[in-house]
C-alpha cells in the first residue's frame, strides 16, 4: 500500500489536500504519472496545508450557498454553439470548457471546468444533461442544449 497526498480531485477516492492509502500499482501506475498525487512525507504536511487553504478559498463555502447556487443553475437554459454538418453531427465534441463558459454566458455563476461532468461525449446536436458537482454533498442537474453555429 502507499500512502499518498491528492493534489487533484479524484472521483471516488478525495479531494486535494486528503492523505490516501491505495495499492501500488493504482499508486504507480495511474495516479503519480498523471500528477494527480505526490508521495507522502513528514515535510508533506505544510504542503496539504497550502492545498487545504487554496481549495477552502475556491469552494463554495456552505451547503446552503451550495443549494442556492444548485438552484439558480438547474432553472436556467445553458446554450452550447458548436459546428456541425448537415446531419447534426459535430465537427469534435463539446467540452467541459465550452459548458463552463456556456453557464457563465447565461448569467450563471463561475463554475470550475473540473467540476463539470459529462456522461459520454457530446458529439452531435440535441439537449443533454450535464452534472456540476458543487460540494461534496450538492450537485447540480444542468440542461445543456447544443446548437449550431450560424
Do not use: C
Not at 505526490?38 to 463555502?61: F, M, N, Y
Not at 446536436?125 to 447544443?146: I, K, P, S
Request: proline letters at 3%; charged letters at 25%; aromatic letters at 4%.
Amino acid at each position: 500500500m502507499a500512502k499518498l497526498i491528492l493534489t487533484h480531485e479524484v472521483t471516488g477516492l478525495g479531494a486535494p489536500g486528503d492523505v490516501v492509502e491505495v495499492k501500488d500499482g493504482y499508486a504507480r501506475n495511474y495516479l503519480l504519472p498523471r500528477g494527480l498525487a505526490t508521495a507522502w512525507s513528514k515535510g508533506a504536511q505544510k504542503q496539504i496545508d497550502q492545498i487545504r487553504k487554496a481549495r477552502k478559498s475556491r469552494e463554495i463555502a456552505s451547503l446552503d450557498d451550495a443549494r442556492a447556487v444548485r438552484d439558480s443553475l438547474q432553472s436556467k437554459a445553458v446554450v452550447v454553439t458548436a459546428k456541425a454538418g448537415a446531419s447534426g453531427r459535430l465537427f469534435g465534441a463539446v467540452t467541459t470548457t465550452d459548458i463552463a463558459e456556456a453557464i457563465t454566458a447565461a448569467g450563471g455563476p463561475s463554475v470550475d471546468k473540473r467540476k463539470i461532468e459529462i456522461g459520454q461525449p457530446i458529439k452531435s446536436l440535441g439537449e443533454y444533461q450535464v452534472q456540476v458537482r458543487l460540494h461534496e454533498d450538492v450537485a447540480a442537474q444542468v440542461d445543456v442544449e447544443v446548437v449550431p453555429s450560424a
